[in-house]
């Protein structure tokens, strides 16, 4: 019988599409120096990669594996999806060896959708009731993308109620260098005032953290504030 990572990333290849690659490249930024240099793709959408992985509900790690070793961007997306896919179809402890692949393959997650599509899924379920240490190990790293399912990883948190372990990361990410984390970090704390605007508040005029942040940081943070407050905080005027 063909392993399904076989047979699935043969199905990937027959939709490839030339003419989306070169747009593809352009928008991940797989140029030298930028932050998806060498990417390769195949010019698939997410819906479409969604549609062939769907109805692989009860994955093995092998297969999962082998996927998100691929060269191809798309096919490590559905190793990602379907690594989601076996997460959430599995009970109690068995959950912990897809939640273990997560882990051990953080750095083939190496752009934001991939980031984005996936962790908080498996690895922000995982930890949820658990010690949180592992994010922090994460955000820790000297790899952007460690870094960004570090902090992306707590939406799940945030969906519950959570915030405290999204603020600590925040602080501790607050000045990162890479605008890629600016845009993360402002977006968790986006969520996290969608639910509780006066906690946000609170995080963004402790210690004047609004005045330093980066300013995409920042934008994305208070993107949904009242206009008034909004351009108080652009503008440096804000206060308790």
Same mark, same amino acid.
């Given at each position: 019988m063909t392993p399904l990572s076989t047979s699935l990333r043969e199905a990937m290849a027959k939709q490839t599409s030339p003419e989306k690659i070169s747009v593809f490249s352009? $928008? $991940?930024k797989t140029g030298p120096g930028q932050y998806g240099e060498g990417d390769l793709f195949w010019g698939l959408s997410v819906p479409t990669v969604r549609a062939l992985v769907? +109805?692989?509900? #009860? +994955? %093995?790690? *092998?297969?999962? &594996? &082998?996927?998100? %070793? *691929?060269?191809i961007h798309?096919?490590?997306l559905a190793g990602g999806l379907l690594l989601v896919?076996?997460?959430?179809?599995?009970?109690?402890?068995a959950k912990e060896p897809f939640y273990t692949c997560y882990m051990a393959n953080t750095t083939r997650f190496n752009n934001w959708d991939l980031v984005d599509l996936t962790c908080y899924n498996v690895a922000g379920d995982w930890l949820f009731k658990r010690d949180r240490s592992p994010l922090f190990a994460l955000a820790d790293s000297e790899n952007l993308w460690e870094q960004r399912i570090a902090i992306i990883s707590t939406m799940y948190f945030?969906?519950?109620? *959570?915030y405290s372990t999204t603020l600590e990361l925040a602080d501790k990410l607050l000045h990162h260098p #890479?605008?890629?984390? =600016?845009k993360a970090v402002g977006w968790m704390l986006r969520e996290v005032g969608k639910r509780d605007i006066d906690v946000e508040k609170? $995080?963004?005029? =402790?210690? &004047?953290?609004y005045r330093t942040m980066p300013r995409t940081m920042l934008r994305y943070a208070i993107e949904r504030f009242p206009e008034p407050e909004r351009l108080q905080f652009l503008k440096g005027t804000a206060s308790r």
């Open positions: 352009r $928008f $991940f769907k +109805p692989h509900t #009860h +994955p %093995s790690l *092998d297969d999962i &594996n &082998n996927l998100l %070793s *691929d060269p798309e096919v490590r896919n076996g997460y959430q179809k599995a009970k109690g402890a945030i969906r519950k109620g *959570d #890479h605008d890629l984390m =600016h609170a $995080f963004m005029l =402790h210690d &004047n953290r």
